[in-house]
């Protein structure tokens, strides 16, 4: 146990917010014990500000009850009261000892303990095993501190026994190491690595929550080859190890693997810490090892990779629980990662597709993406080729024109496809517009109520006229 002097006491307790002081000597008006615990007390350690206040007590969850007006009883079962005080809610949690892991994530058992060091031995890491009293006495029974200055993750007591405890500690000891920039005691790192399979008691969302923060890190490159190297990434994403050691061609200086998280360190320090960019850097080239083809000559080609990758990927993030939100990002972006290409005969008109196709709003993502694809290639000198920056140029002439790329671009809507064609609701109005959008794309200056209007009555014969056809020869 360390108490700080004087000075560190009045660090420390000066970022504690006065609405959690007053509940801990609330706590000790009342004769019992309160301290702020666990990532709070790292996070003051590191000089970080806690986003969330924990304290623990030995009151139990009906004392701590009466004693606060406010209340809400977030986890009873294992001691766990939210007091709101002054507007700010503060978990807190009654010393316990908790006993059988069957499912090995929650204890089978948990019991009230009057011990402070009991409560800390619980524990995941030891710089989560910290607690600071209300007078600013730091207890500090396992080396946090130490392992703290040190920049160690190491498992309080015998890791193994803390692994089969709860098996999302493993993932959680790589996203610290990589979060804090630490790293892992060799004897934890082989706890995790022989325990790696436990993993599979682990729900999807929970493993997607803690791979999520790992790669918001600021360290996500090493976090990916942590989970690699602890075993861990073969029970969540194998799909990934296939591109380990897997040769690419001669535009390319790595190996699939090794291009990917290139490409991932190059979008995380590049680009706005966004998941769907830091997912789709990832991710852009994992269906390259299924795609492999050699020619007579030996070239090695990845035909359609990015569709097959875009379909891989969408398979993995709903295994993990992904939002659909985040699924269509990210598979959007991987199946045109390749689309900003430049080629001499395109003309505006393809240009005007090519807009639609990726989408304005996603035109950005895609440059971001493009560069760390080409940074990571090690083969190619700048973010940006020539021909990409070309393109790009041209794109802002084209967006410059005012042109229209979308329906809602056009000069009618559906409403006056229904009035012009005297057609209810139904496919045929959206095959109209589209029809109107790609001349319009052909012709911007074709978008135009004039234009438009008597071209509606001419496609509506038409239509109705081929789809009239088409039943015909389907009857016969």
Not at 249 to 272: G, K, M, T
Request: proline residues 4%.
């Amino acid at each position: 146990m360390r108490s700080p002097d004087r000075e560190d006491k009045n660090i420390l307790l000066n970022q504690v917010p006065s609405p959690v002081r007053a509940v801990m000597r609330h706590f000790r008006k009342h004769g019992f014990e309160a301290y702020v615990v666990g990532g709070c007390v790292r996070d003051l350690c590191l000089g970080k500000t806690p986003k969330d206040w924990d304290l623990a007590t030995n009151a139990t969850p009906d004392v701590v009850q009466r004693l606060f007006r406010q209340t809400r009883p977030t986890g009873i079962k294992h001691g766990t009261v939210t007091v709101i005080y002054r507007g700010m809610p503060i978990e807190v949690t009654t010393y316990r000892i908790e006993k059988g892991y069957s499912d090995f994530r929650r204890p089978d058992q948990v019991e009230f303990t009057g011990e402070i060091r009991q409560d800390l031995a619980r524990r995941d890491f030891t710089i989560n095993a910290l607690a600071l009293s209300e007078n600013g006495t730091l207890l500090d029974f396992f080396g946090g501190l130490d392992d703290l200055q040190a920049g160690i993750i190491r498992a309080v007591g015998d890791p193994a026994e803390r692994f089969g405890e709860d098996a999302l500690r493993m993932l959680r000891a790589v996203r610290f190491a990589a979060q804090l920039g630490f790293e892992i005691e060799p004897e934890t790192f082989a706890a995790i690595r022989e325990n790696a399979h436990l993993l599979v008691h682990v729900s999807a969302e929970r493993i997607r929550d803690e791979f999520v923060r790992a790669l918001l890190s600021p360290a996500p490159r090493y976090a990916v080859e942590l989970l690699r190297e602890t075993g861990l990434l073969a029970h969540f994403l194998p799909e990934l190890l296939e591109g380990v050691d897997f040769e690419q061609n001669r535009h390319h200086r790595y190996s699939v693997w090794e291009h990917n998280l290139l490409a991932l360190e190059h979008i995380s320090q590049h680009a706005p810490a966004e998941l769907h960019l830091r997912l789709a850097a990832l991710l852009h080239d994992i269906a390259k090892p299924r795609t492999l083809t050699v020619d007579s000559e030996g070239r090695r080609h990845f035909y359609h990779h990015e569709t097959e990758g875009a379909r891989l990927a969408a398979e993995i993030l709903r295994r993990l629980r992904f939002d659909n939100d985040t699924i269509k990002k990210v598979t959007h972006l991987i199946r045109h990662h390749l689309a900003l290409h430049h080629y001499p005969e395109m003309t505006d008109a393809a240009i005007r597709r090519l807009i639609r196709r990726i989408g304005l709003e996603n035109l950005d993502d895609l440059i971001y993406l493009r560069a760390a694809d080409r940074a990571a290639s090690g083969t190619k000198k700048g973010p940006i080729s020539g021909g990409t920056r070309l393109l790009l140029e041209r794109i802002e002439q084209v967006l410059a024109a005012d042109a229209a790329f979308g329906l809602k671009d056009l000069a009618v809507n559906g409403h006056d496809v229904m009035a012009a064609a005297g057609i209810r609701p139904g496919p045929l109005v959206g095959k109209i517009l589209n029809h109107l959008l790609e001349e319009v794309l052909d012709d911007p200056e074709k978008n135009t109520r004039t234009y438009l209007l008597p071209r509606i009555q001419q496609l509506a014969a038409e239509l109705s006229a081929a789809s009239g056809s088409s039943e015909e020869g389907h009857r016969e």
